[in-house]
């Protein structure tokens, strides 16, 4: 059965950078058939695709996010990372990653539990 | 980009209830939409796949359908674990999910 688990900080400071990492287990990230995803959610509002990565390191994001989000994978440890830099108030979510099939349809699933991240000083 | 459009945004049901959501996209995206149900705290969990498709071990009283520009999730006779809140989501050009609908008990 595969688990992702979400792993960071819960509360940064305005401006600075968000990292956050996704750890997988019953499955291999390397595996070709594959997407790595994050999504998030703030307080009470509805789900925000932030992008996804492919094991080999070629990515995707939302245009509106693209300016300060990185991804990595790292295969080693069966891991993805989220990189959210110049962060606000408005960044303040519960982030969740997320597995994304190749498949035609390219649902998410599973989801990982998800982290609550709040950006205050 | 693609905008996607539930409605209602929240609905309120009695148990044995007939519920229907719609999506609805901005261009017609084939069938490249998904539904997912989301419990408070939780994470969202997959209900189906390419509009029709019902995900393994997903009740049968749950169903899609449509494509193009208009899309239903449809819940046949509501029981007390289905209240949540719903979501779509188009495939079709990146990713863009609806902003919900809530289910209340009435």
């Known amino acids: 059965q595969v688990q992702l688990q979400e792993s960071g900080p819960g509360l940064v400071k305005p401006s600075e950078t968000l990292s956050l990492t996704c750890t997988v287990s019953g499955d291999s990230i390397s595996k070709s058939s594959y997407h790595w995803g994050w999504i998030r959610q703030p307080p009470g509002k509805g789900l925000e695709w932030i992008g996804h990565?492919?094991?080999?390191?070629?990515?995707n994001f939302n245009p509106s996010l693209k300016s300060r989000v990185s991804m990595s994978v790292d295969t080693s440890k069966n891991q993805f990372s989220l990189r959210l830099s110049s962060l606000t108030a408005a960044d303040t979510a519960l982030y969740f990653c997320a597995r994304r099939s190749l498949s035609d349809f390219q649902w998410f699933d599973p989801w990982g539990q998800g982290t609550l991240v709040t950006v205050s000083s | 980009d693609i905008q996607m459009t539930q409605s209602p945004s929240s609905l309120s049901a009695s148990v044995g209830d007939r519920v229907t959501i719609t999506c609805r996209a901005s261009?017609?995206?084939?069938?490249?939409l998904n539904w997912y149900q989301q419990k408070p705290g939780k994470a969202p969990n997959l209900l189906i796949y390419?509009?029709?498709t019902l995900q393994s071990g997903v009740p049968s009283r749950f169903s899609g359908s449509g494509s193009g520009t208009d899309f239903t999730l449809t819940i046949s006779s509501l029981q007390p674990e289905d209240f949540a809140t719903y979501y779509c989501q188009q495939s079709y050009n990146t990713v863009t999910f609806g902003g919900g609908t809530k289910v209340e008990i009435k």
């Open positions: 261009q017609r995206i084939a069938s490249y």
């Open positions: 390419a509009a029709s």
């Open positions: 990565i492919y094991y080999s390191g070629s990515t």
